[in-house]
């Protein structure tokens, strides 16, 4: 079994990703399993094979502790880890090779609560990955690029599982956009020159960059599909090596 985790900031298309790369893999006849982790999802774009909001739902857990919205979801996150095991026995009886798993809209929730990592790895089996979900508008702009690396940096260090930095919404982007976003990555020092920081902030972020730390991202549209292929042989690659992992 293999799982792929949808992880990103709200907003980033981390359900429309969910839905278009398991229309596409079904399209090239592909069996995947689809596995919502989010109890305050509203609409999903998809129909999963196993939804938490069968057993949490935030806007019950509102009505029921007479809790604010916020309060209420922050609660559900965290009682979707009382769920675990269960949605562990549900994804061998699906028996689905791979499954792609939506995660809660606000990312904070996800990444930085102690029941993020513990379902990760719950949910982890052998082979398992992070797809970090960066949405095309922000990343467009200079600080929306170094913080969009540090936040991908800090959920790397969170999970502790490898990762796939994808930029959603690609069709949103200029030709311009998509070649400064890749020249800052392959070129830190374009981006270090015109980022506008103290000397203290430019130096971490200079040290992060030198280190690896910016990453290439592949670019993808929920919308339109284009890049999915390519997120496609990314998790092939890692599964396999580059063999069909089906
Ligand atoms: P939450 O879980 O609600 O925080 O959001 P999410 O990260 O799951 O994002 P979602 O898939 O709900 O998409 C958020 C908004 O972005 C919706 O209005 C989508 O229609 C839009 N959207 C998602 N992907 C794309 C894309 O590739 N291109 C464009 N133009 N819009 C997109």
Redesign the pocket.
Known sequence: MYTVFFI?T????????VASLSTWMEDQGYDIGIVNL?PA?EYL?YVPDIDIRDRISARKIMKQYKLGPNASIIAAVDMVVTEAERIKEEMEVVGAPIYLI?T???MELFAFRQSGAYLVQKLSDVHSLVVY?ADAVYIQTIDGFATTMLLALSSRIRFKKPQILVV?????LTEDAISNIINWAEDPETLLESIDLPNYEKEILRSVANMGGFITPLFV????GEGLDKLYYQLQVHYTGGEDAQ
């Open positions: 990103g709200a907003g980033s298309g981390k359900s429309s990703l989010d999802a774009p939506d809660p809209g606000q979900v959603n919404k690609a069709d949103l549209s929920a919308k339109t």
